[in-house]
């Protein structure tokens, strides 16, 4: 009975690895119909590096029949020529995936990844390559540079052509994405009579986008006019904006003022530096923006107004909202369209075509031929430019007046009105006293000052000190560099 059940449980255990041994061949047939459809060309090799698979693609990039390689070692095949090296082999070696190229029997060029199969225990139990056709990978990274590059053309031309569109009829110089959009979305915005809020750093530009505004709009035939919030005395300002009747006050007019709002009338308005408003002056603008009416000082009729108000600010209005240094009401009048006017350190394609303009505008007025050179271009890209716009001009303008030769070197671009880029780099390890440095800024202003007008008075005069004085300072500053000088 027991010998029955014994020979019983063995044939049971023989069916049982039959049906396993039936299921692993339709799942290996299973397997090896998935890879023979694979795109790239595929190798497998057991353990010891013996062929046990290879797909049609293999056969297509090799040009070999995989009759030839099958049961083949890749030691034979590597030795009888079939690859030069093989990756396999390598992959067996150090256990680690490799990515290799390969010379074919057939002339061809292959670019070969082979990566290794691990059991339970870590140990390696095939080699699973992955063949591509170099030179079909050569055309297609050729056909993508194309098609890259096509797409660059195509950007570049759509760039060009929409620059071209915003700057007709402009003076703007723009090569920056960054500033194009700022313009676009002013070009939008000029077409309605919203009020638009500009913001950004001093010197970023804010001005020009109010003019481009202006240019673009309806209101273009009309009066654009600025207006410095932060220039016009508090007692006068009212009388600026709004005017003043006959007799108004003490040392007016005999037949009165027309105020700039009223003057202004059918266009746009330009109230720079709006953050500077004080808080009564607030309230009367206010009322001007909601009622679409002025009166003027010392008067008693009102006078309607259509003027479409442009403003700019350096300053964090909501902030200063917050601590009630500003109208919230008016604050949000104004803030109906806002546009950040980015800093120049934010839109640097824009600072070559910008200092190029400069360049040419004061090569011009001062009768120069001078011309950038690379590395001085190359300085200014690096330079954080906290003044912007208005202090590339100046240091193009003081350059251009400065340096000896056409050629302005790296070297040549001179300190700026409030530190100095150049002079920091170049001295970083040296010590100033306050005093040293603000002689080394005197130094500099004065001679840039006396070379723009050639005479002592006016340079005096645009400096706000006497002649005098001026004489005197050059002089003491020209003994010091010329002991300088001979010492060294």
């Known amino acids: 009975m027991e010998i029955q059940q014994l020979v019983s449980n063995i044939l049971s255990d023989s069916c049982d690895l039959e049906m396993e041994l039936d299921l692993l061949k339709f799942k290996l047939k299973e397997l090896q119909d998935v890879i023979e459809e694979f795109n790239d060309g595929v190798y497998v090799t057991d353990k010891y590096g013996n062929t046990i698979l290879v797909n049609k693609y293999w056969e297509?990039?090799?040009?070999?029949?995989?009759?030839?390689?099958?049961?083949?070692?890749?030691?034979?095949?590597?030795?009888?020529?079939?690859?030069?090296?093989?990756?396999?082999?390598?992959?067996?070696?150090?256990?680690k995936s490799v990515t290799i190229?390969?010379?074919?029997?057939?002339?061809?060029?292959?670019?070969?990844?082979?990566?290794?199969?691990?059991?339970?225990?870590?140990?390696?139990?095939?080699?699973?390559?992955?063949?591509?056709d170099v030179i079909e990978?050569?055309?297609?990274?050729?056909?993508?540079?194309?098609?890259?590059?096509?797409?660059?053309?195509?950007?570049?031309?759509?760039t060009d052509n929409l620059k071209n569109q915003l700057l007709k009829f402009s003076d703007i110089i723009v090569e920056d994405e960054n500033t194009i959009n700022v313009l676009q979305m002013a070009k939008k915005v000029a077409k309605v009579d919203a009020t638009v809020l500009l913001l950004g750093e001093t010197g970023s530009g804010k001005e020009e986008i109010a003019k481009y505004i202006h240019k673009n709009s309806?209101?273009?035939?009309?009066n654009f006019i600025k207006i410095n919030c932060g220039a016009i005395p508090e007692h006068l300002m009212e009388s600026e904006f709004f005017g003043y009747e006959k007799g108004a006050f003490t040392g007016a007019n005999r037949e009165g003022k027309i105020g700039l709002f009223e003057m202004c009338n059918n266009g746009n308005l330009f109230l720079d530096e709006v953050g500077e408003l004080p808080l009564d002056m607030q309230v009367k603008l206010l009322r001007v923006l909601q009622e679409r009416e002025i009166t003027r000082v010392?008067?008693?009729?009102?006078?309607?107004?259509?003027?479409?108000?442009?403003?700019?600010?350096?300053?964090?209005?909501?902030?200063?909202?917050?601590k009630k240094l500003f109208r919230e009401d008016?604050?949000?009048?104004?803030?109906?369209?806002?546009?950040?006017?980015?800093?120049?350190?934010?839109?640097?394609?824009?600072?070559?075509?910008?200092?190029m303009h400069f360049l040419n505008k004061f090569n011009k007025k001062y009768n120069f031929n001078k011309s950038l050179t690379c590395a001085a271009i190359d300085y200014l890209y690096k330079y954080d430019w906290p003044g912007n716009v208005r202090e590339l001009r100046n240091i193009i303008e003081r350059t251009v007046i400065m340096s000896k030769g056409d050629k302005i070197l790296r070297d040549d671009l001179t300190v700026r009105m409030l530190g100095d880029y150049n002079l920091v780099e170049n001295n970083k390890d040296k010590h100033f006293t306050l005093k040293?440095?603000?002689?080394?800024?005197?130094?500099?202003?004065?001679?840039t000052t006396f070379k723009k007008y050639g005479n002592v008075r006016a340079a005096a005069k645009e400096l706000g000190i006497d002649a005098s004085t001026l004489v005197r300072k050059r002089k003491k500053y020209r003994s010091k560099s010329d002991c300088k000088n001979s010492d060294t």
């Open 298 to 322: 010392g008067g008693t009729r009102t006078i309607k107004i259509d003027v479409r108000v442009i403003a700019a600010t350096n300053r964090d209005l909501k902030k200063m909202v917050d």
């Open 60 to 95: 297509k990039i090799t040009g070999i029949k995989r009759e030839e390689v099958l049961k083949k070692n890749m030691l034979s095949l590597e030795k009888d020529g079939y690859v030069s090296k093989s990756a396999t082999l390598i992959v067996l070696k150090y256990k």
């Open 436 to 447: 040293e440095a603000v002689e080394n800024l005197e130094e500099v202003l004065i001679e």
């Open 218 to 222: 309806k209101r273009c035939n009309n």
């Open 101 to 132: 190229e390969q010379k074919l029997k057939t002339g061809k060029k292959v670019l070969v990844s082979s990566n290794p199969i691990f059991d339970r225990e870590g140990n390696v139990t095939m080699v699973v390559t992955s063949v591509r």
């Open 330 to 355: 008016l604050y949000y009048r104004l803030n109906v369209i806002p546009i950040t006017v980015l800093p120049l350190r934010k839109r640097k394609k824009d600072i070559k075509p910008l200092a």
């Open 137 to 158: 990978l050569y055309e297609l990274e050729e056909q993508l540079e194309k098609k890259e590059e096509m797409l660059k053309s195509q950007y570049s031309s759509n």
